[in-house]
């Protein structure tokens, strides 16, 4: 009987959690794909130490889940202002051209008879946070499909030898967390006709549609951590 590709690239919940030195379970998940936790530990100790602080700082409150402003809602500009404070820099894109030399016969000093230039071989790709050499996103509601662009812009840092780890932080929140709230407000304040479970749909982001296009590989060879934010992140009105 095959194994589950989880069992083969996702690491040990307890391991994870001791390489992590986690204490933060109650209000977020973890996953470590392709040994993330082990990695960023031991290559970005002090990168690790500025993301637990951010984790550990971090609460969105109920009212700030009703009320509109979509994915740049006040608890998204204030993570962003967290990690600006511990030295992350901000929407930080790649860009590289690639030099294709070929050599005629064996050896070093094999004369050069041809030189293409790829321009922008690498084009654009964003990640929300860099430093040293850990990449960070924050999604909090945006479409599914914004993880395909998340995990290609760290495979194409890993692989630039930017990066040794990506790091996602995104909701882990189950649908019946949603349909508690009830109904969305206004900019004023006020009850609208909107649930908020209708807005927190089936189509935008949540651990559960991460995990599998990770262990689908859509990050390449870079290895990925991810936080996912649990209800017992959520402060009372």
Known sequence: MARSIDDTVFDPGGAVEAQ????????????????????IAQRAPAELAAILRILDAFTISRTEIRSPGGNRMSATTRFADLAAAEGFHQEVRIEADLTVRLR?????????????????????????????RVAFDYEWNSKDQTYDRDLYAFRSFFEAGVIDVGVIVTRA???????SLGYCLDKDGNETASTVAAKFG???????????????????????????????NITPD
């Open 173 to 179: 929140l189950p649908p019946e967390f949603f349909q």
């Open 20 to 39: 992590l030195g986690w204490t933060l379970g109650a209000r977020y998940s973890v996953a470590s794909y392709r040994s993330a936790a082990a990695v």
């Open 202 to 232: 089936a189509s935008t982001t949540g651990t559960h549609k991460l995990l599998s296009r990770i262990a689908a590989g859509r990050s390449g060879g870079c290895p990925v951590l991810v936080f996912g934010i649990r209800p017992g």
């Open 104 to 132: 005629e016969g064996k050896g070093e000093n094999a004369p050069e008879i041809d030189r293409i230039l790829r321009a922008d071989y690498i084009h654009n790709h964003l990640v929300d946070f860099w430093r040293g």
